[in-house]
């Protein structure tokens, strides 16, 4: 069974750099969506991590209240 994970983050970088690399499997996919109105850097740290994934894919960036 694949599992597609679609995160909606905004803050701790970190945190979520370990919950997916707890998850990540071949078999699971992942949509990571950061808000742009977010802390400066989680954006570019999360890009950096998982840029090479062919499983991790980045959504397009708008603001989110």
């Known amino acids: ?8 983050v905004h803050t ?3 945190q979520v750099v370990r919950l997916i ?3 990540n499997t ?4 992942f949509v ?3 808000s ?3 802390e400066p850097g989680i954006y ?5 991590a998982f840029n090479h994934e062919p499983n991790i894919a980045f959504a397009k ?3 989110v209240k």
């Open 1 to 8: 069974m694949k599992l597609l994970y679609f995160l909606l």
């Open 12 to 14: 701790n970088s970190k």
């Open 21 to 23: 690399n707890r998850l």
């Open 26 to 29: 071949p078999k699971n996919q």
């Open 32 to 34: 990571i969506h950061v």
């Open 36 to 38: 742009k109105n977010c």
């Open 44 to 48: 570019e740290h999360l890009l950096a």
């Open 61 to 63: 960036r708008i603001k």
